[in-house]
């Protein structure tokens, strides 16, 4: 199994439409991250968490929100899908030391029409 | 603010042959440096890091990458490229205690038989 588990790995959402995707992680790290990847534009912050109570915005958090349900569980929501979200999201896992052993998921292609 | 420039887009290259992807950041001081590999269709997987010391760090699958603080630069390199190699290539930064990874925009490798 894979240390960080996202979930869907795709799925396409009408624009309006109120999405979730989860992110799982079983290597007992308190830091977990969500990042979005577009061609050509690199991956890009949107927020990030350093343990249940603590979540901090990103570089693109408008249109987002997060939830840290556990310690080993980071959603990423979309309340309004709009085109523009069209992208590949990633979520990340790191120890206490920070970004210094980055660990990254599979990826959620996510389309918005 | 800390930035990162990846100035080559997409790389071809033979299978033997050398391999330099640059990278070029921007940071007051001396920052945390990482390159990652993307597959296709994968998350990304960490190749190597640099925090301090020796200046030519040693990374995973044969790659290494050497620190140039005079030229801001950490570029990546290979001595022969097999043909597993081809993938995207991202550096990135993460201005020491900002728990901020920043990406550059990546360099597609391709590599031809």
Known sequence: DADVTQTPRNRITKTGKRIMLECSQTKGHDRMYWYRQDPGLGLRLIYYSFDVKDINKGEISDGYSVSRQAQAKFSLSLESAIPNQTALYFCATSDERGLTEAFFGQGTRLTVV | ?113
């Open chain 2, 1 to 113: 603010a800390q930035s990162v420039t990846q100035p080559d887009i997409h790389i071809t290259v033979s299978e033997g042959a050398s391999l330099e992807l640059r990278c070029n950041y921007s940071y007051g001081a001396t920052p945390y440096l990482f390159w990652y590999v993307q597959s296709p269709g994968q998350g990304l997987q960490l190749l190597l890091k640099y925090f301090s010391g020796d200046t030519l760090v040693q990374g995973i699958k044969g790659f290494e990458a050497e620190f140039k603080r005079s030229q801001s630069s950490f570029n990546l390199r290979k001595p022969s490229v097999h043909w597993s190699d081809a993938a995207e290539y991202f550096c990135a930064v993460d201005g020491a205690g900002s728990y901020q990874l920043t990406f550059g925009k990546g360099t597609k490798l391709s590599v031809i038989p």
